[in-house]
């Protein structure tokens, strides 16, 4: 035959190991070979992908050190999220000494440095997109059965974006704005 079209896609939605998390991709691909005289070909195809990735906002920065492992807490399985009643309890993210140390030099100038995970599912999220558009050409003359010339294109242009949002009512908020408190 002197032409064949392949024209390809793909949609996969995968859910994240946290709430409110996970992410979603769409594949097009179409590929065209055309025979223009005996022994000369033209390959051509366009793929586009878009990736989407969404989840709760990140609750501490890395530090200096980037040594993450020593500056997380350590959430132990089975911990315990509410009361009896169904109130979110807090987790300890400081020693109690400090805490009360900050109180006792900053009183009601500080804002709740107590972390509630169950209050902060709804006060933040990171959503991310990222998109690739790929163009692609070849041009072959076969010359004999053991010798072929080929000329070959090749264009890819990709972009993302990723977004952030704190809300005043998160920790990671009220923690930021602690610190810079005086």
């Known amino acids: 035959s002197k032409i064949a079209y392949?024209?390809?896609?793909?949609?996969?939605r995968t859910k994240g190991n946290t709430v409110n998390s996970g992410n979603d991709r769409i594949n097009i691909a179409n590929n065209m070979q055309l025979n223009l005289i005996?022994?000369?070909?033209?390959?051509?195809?366009?793929?586009?992908?878009?990736n989407r990735t969404w989840g709760l906002g990140t609750l501490f920065m890395a530090p200096p050190t980037g040594d993450i492992t020593t500056y997380l807490p350590a959430?132990?399985?089975y911990t315990r999220l509410v009361d009896d009643a169904?109130?979110?309890?807090?987790?300890?993210?400081?020693?109690?000494?400090?805490?009360?140390?900050l109180s006792e030099?900053?009183?009601?100038?500080?804002?709740?440095?107590?972390?509630?995970?169950?209050?902060?599912l709804n006060e933040s999220y990171n959503k991310?997109?990222?998109?690739?558009?790929?163009?692609?050409?070849?041009?072959?003359?076969?010359?004999?059965?053991?010798?072929?010339?080929n000329v070959s294109y090749n264009y890819?242009?990709?972009?993302?974006?990723?977004?952030?949002?704190?809300?005043?009512?998160?920790?990671?908020?009220r923690?930021?704005?602690?610190?810079f408190t005086d």
């Open 6 to 12: 392949t024209l390809n896609g793909g949609y996969s």
């Open 38 to 50: 005996k022994g000369l070909s033209l390959n051509a195809g366009v793929t586009y992908n878009v």
């Open 75 to 77: 959430f132990m399985p």
């Open 86 to 101: 169904g109130k979110p309890l807090p987790l300890s993210l400081h020693r109690p000494g400090f805490l009360q140390a």
């Open 105 to 120: 030099k900053y009183g009601n100038k500080i804002l709740d440095n107590s972390y509630y995970p169950l209050n902060d």
């Open 128 to 149: 991310g997109r990222k998109q690739n558009l790929g163009l692609t050409a070849d041009l072959r003359y076969r010359l004999s059965e053991m010798f072929s010339a």
């Open 156 to 173: 890819n242009l990709g972009a993302g974006s990723t977004e952030q949002f704190y809300s005043g009512n998160s920790y990671y908020m």
């Open 175 to 179: 923690n930021l704005i602690n610190q």
